[in-house]
């Protein structure tokens, strides 16, 4: 039903920030909740952020707790991640996902972040 693609990757520097975008298509972007993922080499794919329809409520991990900030645009389609304050531990693939009920049936391609020390 819908089709996310991420974009903003790339490598950065320690300390350094990053805003990912995920822009959807179809006329229903308002109807799903939100989040972002990041897979790193080595590890399980792991929840960063989500947030809700409205973009009234956000959901962080504790390891980006007051780094990252998930925002939404319900006008333009679009989730972003602000990504401040980077670290070598968050390189990943980072990845969109849009679903209900706190389940995601819809994900983008990824999009990589290098964080060099």
């Known amino acids: 039903q819908v089709q996310l693609v991420e974009s903003g990757g790339g490598l950065v520097q320690a300390g350094g920030s990053l805003r990912l975008s995920c822009t959807a298509s179809?006329?229903?972007?308002?109807?799903?909740?939100m989040g972002w993922f990041r897979q790193a080499p080595g590890k399980e794919r792991e929840s960063v952020a989500a947030?809700?329809?409205?973009?009234?409520?956000?959901y962080y991990a504790d390891s980006v707790k007051g780094r990252f900030t998930i925002s939404r645009d319900n006008a333009k389609n679009t989730v972003y991640l602000q990504m401040n304050s980077l670290k070598p531990e968050d390189t990943a693939v980072y990845y969109c996902?849009?679903?209900?009920?706190?389940?995601?049936?819809?994900w983008g391609q990824g999009t990589q972040v290098t964080v060099s020390s």
């Open positions: 179809g006329r229903t972007f308002s109807r799903y909740a």
């Open positions: 996902a849009a679903g209900v009920a706190g389940e995601y049936d819809h």
């Open positions: 947030i809700t329809r409205s973009g009234s409520k956000t």
